[in-house]
């Protein structure tokens, strides 16, 4: 059958995974994107210049092109409404189309997706199982029995609700990623991403882990989930062989929450990939060895959430268990080695004590971080904190209500939900600073009062910190601001010269033509890690 995936702004793993799953199955797969200029539901949102740039019509051209069997979604909250009508538009030139969602916004709201005339089909958690199964279902007109991890409407509406399973423990069962149908839009070599393992060990309340980890109604299994070595390196050979690559991403939840197998891993990776890279770590799962061993094998950044410095606020509202310590000799530890530290803060954390802001900004005048990314609170359907916000009056039901169908999602940058003047100014004020310590003079840091930037309006500010946020990311060189910039001009280009050619430019420079298996070969496990990695020490 023909499959097309349907994504925006840039490339998404789960989708990667899927294609080459179904591709597995023999099933032909192709790719409709949107390169999202100026709304990308993310970092940059210019409504006044996004209509200039927007791309819809080519996202349905590219589905007419091939007109397919299946058109899917991985949808999250910031993009649902989106490929929602994406999905309503495609129903209307294909009726028989079956159309099918998922992603974490699904898996919260699922019969509220489901809802929807144009949507067929949901996957609730993970789809490796499912989605194959669902496929050749319809392949065999067999649509009538209950398929795991889905729910799917017949054409009278009953709806089929299949047994929410287990997580698959065995990733080695399950293919590489497939990067070739994001060549056309992504320029792989410049930004590899990947991940090594899924799930997260804690279950901090406004993030997804916090209700996907409780999905299964059966055996649940393990949650937290390990690719080999040689499955990762197989991945990675393919891949540096292909687009000569530059720089790596691993975006696992935790890169080290498995300390054997990191050592393992990144002494094989030194050996034959040798590319530097980031990954994300947590305070409580970085010690000396491992920052050495990161160090060794070329890791360059580690992004490290922070979100707040209010131990006993963290401990009971957030579920986030490790200590001010535990955050203070992680940043130590990659200053030792030399690695720079991205660290992730929140503003407008239910109830969060304003002293915690002044905490953190101790830490990062002793602690300066390469970069302080902010995030203001955006609460997601499905997990705790959207309880908890509701039961303190900070949000309301029908609130929650356009939250659950993808309406309203940022509810602290830009809105008026924090009511009281004084705290959005402090907030602001805060945020300007912590944009600024990472091109701060060091001896500067400690004196520097968040109040001298309160003057600033708050109806402005948030241009403020975009501009420095922008301003010290040259200064730094963060190959992050680089390789986004160098992204948006060349899909700004390819945008313009579309209007006139009607031909569009590769975003990828591939240095070896030859496709190669996305499933990898059966491989021995590695044992005695101990002796494998003796020379990483």
């Known amino acids: 059958m023909n499959v097309t995936f349907v994504a925006l702004g840039w490339e998404q793993l789960g989708i990667s995974l899927l294609s080459a799953i179904a591709k597995r199955e023999g099933h032909n797969v192709s790719l409709a994107f949107s390169s999202a200029l100026f709304n990308d539901r993310y970092n940059l949102s210019i409504p006044s210049i996004a209509p200039f740039f927007d791309d819809r019509k080519d996202v349905i051209d590219t589905i007419k092109q091939n007109p397919p069997d299946v058109l899917a979604f991985s949808a999250l909250t910031g993009t649902y409404q989106w490929m929602l009508g994406i999905a309503r538009e495609a129903k209307q030139l294909y009726p028989d189309v079956k159309i099918i969602f998922g992603g974490v916004h699904v898996s919260a709201v699922p019969e509220r997706v489901l809802a929807n005339d144009c949507v067929d089909a949901v996957i609730v958690g993970e789809g490796d199982i499912a989605f194959p199964q669902y496929l050749k279902a319809i392949e065999e007109n067999a649509l009538n029995k209950p398929i795991p991890n889905t729910r799917f409407k017949l054409m009278d509406g009953t709806v089929i609700r299949g047994p929410q399973t287990g997580f698959i423990q065995d990733l080695n069962s399950l293919p590489i990623f497939d990067k070739f149908i994001w060549e056309d839009y992504i320029p792989i070599g410049d930004w590899y991403l990947t991940m090594a393992s899924r799930g997260c060990p804690y279950r901090c309340t406004f993030c997804f882990n916090n209700f996907f980890a409780q999905l299964p109604e059966q055996k649940k299994g393990k949650y937290v989930r390990q690719r080999s070595v040689e499955h990762m390196m197989y991945e990675l050979r393919m891949a540096k062989k292909r687009y000569k690559l530059k ?42 060895d491992v920052a050495r061993w990161l160090a060794d094998a070329g890791c360059q950044y580690i992004q490290m959430g922070v979100q707040t410095m209010d131990d006993e606020y963290k401990f009971e509202t957030i579920k986030r268990y490790e200590k001010k310590e535990h955050v203070y000799t992680a940043m130590e530890l990659m200053a030792k080695y030399k690695i720079k ?58 609130e929650v209500e356009r939250l659950n169908d993808g309406l309203e ?115 021995s496990k590695i044992t005695n890690l101990e002796q494998k990695t003796s020379t990483l020490t």
């Open 409 to 523: 999602f940022d509810f602290y940058r830009n809105s008026n939900k924090i009511e009281d003047p004084q705290k959005l100014r402090t907030y602001k004020s805060y945020e300007i600073l912590f944009k600024l310590i990472p091109i701060l003079p060091k001896s500067l840091l400690p004196k520097i009062n968040p109040k001298i930037f309160s003057y600033i309006p708050p109806s402005i500010s948030s241009f403020f910190t975009f501009f420095i946020d922008a301003l010290a990311g040259l200064i730094t060189r963060n190959p992050d601001h680089f390789v986004y910039a160098k992204y948006y001009l060349f899909q700004m280009y390819v945008s313009l010269s579309k209007r006139f050619t009607k031909k569009r430019i590769p975003a990828t420079k591939i240095f070896d033509k030859d496709l190669f298996d996305l499933t990898p070969p059966k491989a």
């Open 341 to 398: 530290a991205k660290v992730d803060h929140m503003f407008g954390l239910p109830d969060e004590p304003m002293q915690a802001q002044e905490e953190a900004r101790k830490l990062y005048a002793t602690h300066q971080p390469y970069r302080i990314q902010t995030f203001w609170t955006n609460f997601l359907p499905g997990t705790e904190m959207v309880h908890q916000a509701l039961e303190k009056g900070l949000i309301t039901l029908e």
């Open 247 to 288: 720089f790596l991403e691993f975006e696992d939840d935790v890169f080290t929450v498995d300390k054997s197998w990191v050592k393992a891993f990144l002494y094989q990776y030194k050996k034959e990939i040798n590319v530097p890279f980031q990954c994300l770590t947590h305070p409580r799962y970085l010690d000396d």
